[in-house]
């Protein structure tokens, strides 16, 4: 599975917090993906467990010859703002991005307007994953938590 395949398939779990919540995690459906990440890790040949508190842990043992060397600890989040909905998600990957603007939902008028966006044109040349608009995406931090697994995957 690629990072991006990863990526797309973390963002379609609703991983929403909620800011008045006094638990932790601060929803239940955390929870939800969390236990999605330990099997995943598991299947790989990953030590791991998620904590009460829905916190996942994935351990690679050292080979014998690096036993003595520093411990890399890689860390990302789950959740994901309360701003918008992160229910039903519509990703879509843009190939190619040519620069200009970035029609999001064509019924709504949601448009991503490169004048808007000037850092846009760093990206042209590259593929770009959107939502409709009227979600949120959740890249920040599933990209990072796709990212770890990707990376767990290719060291086991």
């Known amino acids: 599975m690629t990072v991006t395949d990863r990526f797309l398939k973390y963002v379609a779990y609703n991983t929403q917090s909620n800011e008045a919540s006094e638990t932790v995690p601060s929803t239940p459906n955390q929870k939800v993906l969390g236990e999605v990440l330990v099997k995943e890790l598991l299947d790989m040949g990953v030590q791991a467990h ?39 998600i519509k990703a879509r990957k843009i190939r190619d991005y040519d620069g200009g603007d970035i029609v999001l939902n064509r019924e709504q008028n949601i448009v991503m307007r490169a004048s808007d966006y000037p850092y846009l044109k760093d990206s042209i040349g590259q593929d770009l994953i959107v939502t409709d608009g009227t979600t949120l995406l959740g890249a920040d931090d599933k990209a990072g938590v796709a990212e770890i697994m990707a990376l767990a995957q290719r060291l086991v």
């Open 50 to 88: 998620m904590d009460e508190k829905g916190y996942v842990y994935g351990e690679i043992p050292a080979t014998p010859s690096c036993e003595k060397e520093p411990v890399i600890g890689l860390i990302a989040h789950m959740d994901t703002s309360d701003a918008a909905s992160g229910e039903n």
